[in-house]
Structure formats: structure tokens, C-alpha cells
């Protein structure tokens, strides 16, 4: 982890020995440590994900910044199936802290009533009007975006979009029109990568071919396949 040390400017003095130098401020040494457990904090959630994050939903941390992540999910049911909507995540400094909430943003469009049609900002404070660290974590709030697209039934939680609400239940076909044209917005700017982005897709080429080929050849003798072997088919694939 990087952190700076403060500490306290050295006192010029007559002696002879030269200047004397000051311990640094205890009170600056503790506000430090408590930062790097912040810092340790976040690092010890992000591996939690590996094997608990709800399905169809990835993050992957962005390559300068320890609270910055990028993510897709991809909806594979309900109103919003087969839409690929990616987000940015950000963590403030004091995360880990009470009522510090993760901050989640769309970059792409989402026609939701729990999602600001301006900025893009999921409502996570409507849903967890107190953030709790010793029970709420990144898998908490992720859990939440997922449900957001497969929910029917907005409650008094979901004010962010206060339009898209009333559509919902005033006119549900109308709603559901809406909520298509997004999907298909979400899919034609699938290979939009935004500048920086960790998670970036990028168009089929010859090589993506051979190895989905190479590998349903494979699947065929299950029993067959192994770490070594797959990595066999991907030299074979990029030689191509």
C-alpha cells in the first residue's frame, strides 16, 4: 500500500551537535494506520468476489487507483435480458467507515427508476439509507445493482428516476418499450470502450474463432481437459 509519513520539521537550535531531530506526530502515525486498514479492508472484499459475486456481474480494479473498479453485468433474464450494461465503481477514502458509500455510475444507459436518467448514478443510499461496514460490502452493493434489473415492483426506495417509475406502473407496456430500446442501446455500444476502462471488449477476429472451435472439440471428452491443455489450445489459436 502508498501512503506519505508525515512528519513534524526538524527544530534549529545553538547546539553543536546540529539540529534536533522530532519524532513524527503520533496523532498523523495513527490517522495513517487506520488509512492502510482501510486500504487492507478493500483489497480482503475485492478477493470475497472471486467466488461470491452475483452471477453475471464482474469488476475488475482499474490499473492506478485502489477504489476505482470498472464492471459489466450482463442480464440474462426478466425486462432487461440480453442487455451488456458496464459501470464504474468508487470507493471514498474513508470507506470502511459508517455511511461512507460506494458511489456506482453507468456509463451506459439504464431506463430504471433506481438509476439517475442524468448522471447515471445508482440510488444506493435509498436502498441503504445507513451504510453499515460490519455489514454491508462490495458484494452488498453489487447484489443490489443486479436485482435493479430484474425487479417488476418499484417500492419507495426507487425515486432516482421518477418518470421511469411512473411509466412502470401507469403504463407497463410503454415501460417495457422503453426498457427494450435500452437494451438494445446497451448492445450497440457493447465495443465502446471508455478511455482508461479495465474491462473493454473488442470485436471477433479470426483467432476468437479457431479457439471456441478448438475448445467445443475438446468439451466433447470432458474428462480430457485440464490447465495444461487449455493453454495448448490458446498458442494454437493466437498462431493463427
Known amino acids: 500500500f502508498f501512503f506519505s509519513l508525515s512528519v513534524t520539521p526538524t527544530v534549529p537550535t545553538m547546539s553543536t551537535k546540529g539540529p534536533r531531530r522530532v519524532a513524527p ?3 498523523a502515525s495513527e490517522e495513517e494506520r487506520e488509512q492502510a486498514l482501510r486500504d487492507y479492508k478493500v483489497t480482503i472484499e475485492y478477493k470475497h468476489l472471486k467466488q461470491h459475486a452475483p452471477g453475471g456481474v464482474y469488476l475488475i480494479p482499474s490499473l492506478d487507483d485502489l477504489r476505482h473498479f470498472h464492471g459489466v453485468i450482463f442480464v440474462r433474464r426478466g425486462p432487461f435480458t440480453n442487455g451488456i450494461f458496464k459501470f464504474r465503481l468508487r470507493l471514498p477514502e474513508k470507506y470502511n467507515d459508517l455511511n461512507k458509500w460506494p458511489l456506482i455510475t453507468f456509463s451506459s444507459y439504464v431506463f430504471n427508476p433506481h438509476v439517475n436518467s442524468k448522471t447515471g448514478e445508482l440510488d444506493v443510499k435509498s436502498a441503504y439509507p445507513r ?6 460490502y462490495l458484494v452488498t452493493v453489487l ?4 436485482k435493479i434489473f430484474y425487479v417488476k415492483n418499484f417500492g419507495e426506495d426507487a425515486k432516482a428516476n421518477p418518470d421511469a417509475k411512473k411509466l ?9 418499450k422503453k426498457v427494450e430500446s435500452c437494451v438494445r ?3 450497440k455500444a457493447v465495443f465502446v470502450n471508455d478511455p482508461g ?3 473493454r471488449f473488442t470485436e471477433e477476429v479470426l483467432a476468437h474463432q479457431v479457439l471456441r472451435d478448438l475448445l467445443k472439440r475438446q468439451l466433447n471428452e470432458p474428462n480430457q481437459v485440464n490447465k495444461q491443455v487449455v493453454l495448448n489450445i490458446i498458442d494454437k489459436a493466437s498462431k493463427v
Open 197 to 199: 476502462c479495465t474491462a
Open 131 to 136: 451504510w453499515d461496514p460490519h455489514r454491508h
Open 25 to 27: 506526530s503520533p496523532i
Open 143 to 146: 447484489t443490489f445493482l443486479k
Open 185 to 187: 442501446e446497451s448492445q
Open 168 to 176: 412502470a406502473l401507469r403504463d407497463p407496456e410503454a415501460y417495457r
